[in-house]
Nanobody, 128 residues
Framework: QVQLAESGGGLVQRGGSLTLACTGSGFKLGDYAIAWFRQVPEKKREAVSCISESGSRIFYADSVKGRFTISRDNAKNAVSLHMNDLNPEDTAVYHC?????????????????????WGQGTQVTVSS
């Protein structure tokens, strides 16, 4: 059974940084492309970033490009999302998910949500 868990969220001031971690249990995270999406109540969830199974393909939403960095460490069965220069608009629950299209940008640009399983999420709150 594919289970993912997110950690690393918290409260940070505008301009601060956080690093989120996604770990898997019951499967090899390295066998999957992984995506991060965020959810704010009463708003459509937003795909933030993804990384392909090989790590050769990476996507960032325009809203986070240049500030967020996704990486994977298959030896540790983990994918990280390093977030810099955070602002209040980044406040959300962040989820990691298996990506069923191996991080093909065209799917994300078209607004599709190619997610398989995802975790419970971790809250990120950015104060002004």
């Amino acid at each position: 059974q594919v289970q993912l868990a997110e950690s690393g969220g918290g409260l940070v001031q505008r301009g601060g940084s956080l690093t989120l971690a996604c770990t898997g249990s019951g499967f090899k995270l390295g066998d999957y492309a992984i995506a991060w999406f965020r959810q704010v109540p009463e708003k459509k969830r937003e795909a933030v970033s993804c990384i392909s199974e090989s790590g050769s393909r990476i996507f960032y939403a325009d809203s986070v490009k240049g500030r967020f960095t996704i990486s994977r460490d298959n030896a540790k069965n983990a994918v990280s999302l390093h977030m810099n220069d955070l602002n209040p608009e980044d406040t959300a629950v962040y989820h990691c998910a298996t990506d069923v299209v191996d991080c093909k940008e065209s799917y994300y640009r078209s607004g599709l949500e190619p997610f398989g399983s995802w975790g419970q999420g971790t809250q990120v709150t950015v104060s002004s």
